[in-house]
Every structure is written in C-alpha cells, then in structure tokens.
C-alpha cells in the first residue's frame, strides 16, 4: 500500500470528535421510504462495527464478510455525505453474501458525528469541510488494517461509493496502485477547485490505476451529460479502460433505495453490473 498521506495544514491533530455510527436511516436525506429500502440480513455474515487505529486517534467502520474464511477479495465502500448508515450498512451485507468483505469507514468523523446531523444543508457543510487527502488516507489506512487482520485480499482490492462516495471513487482509484476495479454510481466530475479538494475525477483521468465503471442518471439536475462526455473523453485519450452507464430516466441517487429517489430498475441493474465488473477485473 502507498504511504498513508499527511493531513493537509491546518487539519486539527485533537483526532476524531465522539462519533457513533448512525443507527438506522439518516435523517438529514428527509423522510424514509420504508416500502423500499432493502434489508440484508446477517445470516451466514460476520458482520459489525470496528475501530479501525490511524496516526490521530480511533476511526470507527462497519464491516461484513462470510462467517467463514479468510483472504476475502474487498471492496471500500465510500458514503454519501449523510455518513455510515443503515444504507451503507446494507451495502456492506449485500457485497458480503456474494462473497466478498466489505468495509465502510467512517470517513468523516473527524469533521462530525453524522449521526447527530438531522438536516440536508448541514450535511453538505460538513462534506465541504473534509479533505480529500484525509479521506484518501483514511482508506489506505482502511485497507491496511483489513490486510492485517489476514480476512481481507489486498490483491482483490476494489471500490464503490455514492454520490461523494462516487467522486471518491475516481479519485481513490487514480490515487492507490493495487486497486484492481472501481464502481462509480453518480458521483461529481468537475467542479471547482479548493484546498481542500484540489482535483476532481476529469482532472486525473490520465492517472487512473484500474478501470472504472461509472453509473449515472440522465435525469440527474447535479451531473450534466456533458460532465459524463468530459469524462469520458479524457478517459479514452488516456487510454483509460471505463464504462458508464446512464439510465436515461433515473435521477441523482437512484440506487439510495430509502429514498424517494429509489429507481428500482436501474438500482438492480446498477447492482448486477457491479457483480460483473468486480468478477471481470479479478475481484472474485
């Protein structure tokens, strides 16, 4: 693995505030579709909450896996902005029952402890107030610690996020080496520069480790079109192995099924891609 990255200047060294990981559906996305959201059980799982050691202090994580075995091909899950809740929990479990470990820490809980934030705006600020760096070295850090509990495969190691965990997604791959396979689901390509987020996904195009499978909406009012053929532009002039797949109907966080968002047709078809381009890539 590389060299865990330094936090930027200025980045407290008090470590993480008191953060617990939020138990059920966040809030701050707005109501809960209880119709639709999915609910994986842990049967056949180990399955649960971790604390995973970095330079600073302790970064809590949910992680699930088979009950049984070891060197398990992995995937990082990256959150939304809404934190490491029951959504991303489930995501976790899903990935497990096909075989494989899956792990999503709490990557900004140096910044917040999501499970207190209730409203969308605040959420947001709190995104904006976390480094890439951090959250590039946190998931080093991720995988590192999986690698040396002897249950995790660092050479089937993948990726998936949503939304800002999407935009990670990109900029995780371009930045780790042994990552063999990303899967993007509407996460940003462009945007405006700052400190704390110095590049965007088009930006690193060229440096991409692995292919990436990006999944998008075409009725997305975040991610314009043209953002996606940027992307993909600068992908193949690399010579950059992707795909993308825009569901011509679907709109942003079509896969977030607790919410009104929830497209359920492009969500599985979304799912069963992942499967296959994890299994294409060596991440099986």
Partial sequence: MNAPVKPPTGLSRRGFVATSLTAGFTLAAGPVMAQTAIRTDTAGLMAGEILIPTSDGLMKAYW?????????????????????HEYIKDTCRRLA???YLAVAPDIF??????????????????SQRVPDAQVLADLDTTARFV?????GNMDKLAITGFCYGGRITWLYTAHQPKVKAGIAWY???VGQKSDLQPAHPVDVAARMNAPVLGLYGGADQGIPLDTVEQMKKALSAAGKKHEFVVYPDAPHAFHADYRSSFRKEPAEDGWRRLLAWLKAHGVA
């Fill in 147 to 151: 690698d040396a509990t002897g249950k």
């Fill in 97 to 99: 029952k096909a075989g």
């Fill in 64 to 84: 699930a896996m088979p009950a049984t075995g070891t060197k398990f091909p992995t995937v990082l899950v990256v959150q939304e902005i809404f934190g490491v």
């Fill in 109 to 126: 809980a140096r910044q917040a402890d999501m499970s207190k934030v209730t409203d969308l705006q605040a959420a947001v600020a709190v």
């Fill in 187 to 189: 996460g940003r390509l």
